[in-house]
């Protein structure tokens, strides 16, 4: 799945958040959908939408003089090798996000909820389904719609065209390894001079500097040439 919509980001113009984030605002007589959040959710963190039927939390800490508002994102698609149990992303400000909009929402509503600590939850197949029925009403003559999954992609690419470093996108995308990211949107679509969308990130396990594809067939490729060569 991660290829086959990486290859119809390249289909979706840059404003394409801003016109959802609008639309979704604008339900129910401009209060807002009900789902309002789980998209602001998506938004900023990038999480799959299981772990957003699961719950994700969000929370206003403060470490030392800084405050920060953290989301605790939990694992999915794990196996013994495979995924974070758990991963949190940090902003400090509005300015540390690619959705500043949909992050001022997310802490409005931790601000005023018990304890300054918000869980959001959604159904996963269900957001998709909103999400691509306001898609339809915006864009009727598309052929692909958004989806939850496109705001994952939409981190990766904004964060690479931030040049965050490998190791800590995969940990803001509950990755274990490096290697994942081939399957995500590339740093093109991100629009000229984005910021990482994040101050901080962490990650229950570890990350693994993997090696990418292309320079593991080329190390494949160097081995058998010795090999033949009687060199390996």
């Known amino acids: ?5 990486r290859t119809q980001m390249a289909s979706f113009s840059d404003d394409w958040p801003d016109e959802i984030w609008t639309t979704v605002n604008g339900i129910n007589g401009g209060k807002g959908a009900a789902w309002k959040l789980a998209v602001a959710v998506l938004a900023v963190t990038g999480c799959r939408p299981s772990a957003l039927e699961r719950g994700v939390t969000f929370s206003l800490v403060r470490d030392g003089p800084k405050s920060f508002i953290e989301a605790t994102i939990p694992g999915v698609k794990l196996t013994s090798t495979r995924g974070q149990p758990e991963h949190r992303i940090r902003w400090a400000t509005e300015s540390d996000t690619h959705r500043p909009n949909e992050l001022l929402a997310l802490a409005k509503a931790a601000m005023a909820a018990p304890g300054r600590t918000l869980k959001v939850t959604y159904d ?26 496109c705001y ?30 081939g399957a995500y949107a590339r740093a093109r679509r991100a629009k000229t001079g984005s910021r990482k969308p994040w101050a901080s990130v ?6 693994r500097q993997d090696r990418g594809f292309v320079a593991r067939f080329k ?9 033949e060569r009687g060199l390996g």
């Open 152 to 181: 994952r992609h939409l981190l990766s690419a904004t964060a690479k065209a931030a040049g965050a470093d490998p190791a800590e996108l995969a940990a803001a995308m509950g990755h274990r390894s490096t290697e994942s990211q």
């Open 1 to 5: 799945m991660g290829a086959s919509k």
């Open 202 to 207: 962490s990650a229950s396990v570890p990350v």
């Open 219 to 227: 190390a494949s490729a160097s081995l058998k040439r010795k090999r």
């Open 124 to 149: 996963a197949e269900a957001i998709s389904t909103r999400l691509r029925e306001v898609s339809r009403t915006l864009w009727p003559r598309r052929k692909n719609q958004i989806t939850a999954y």
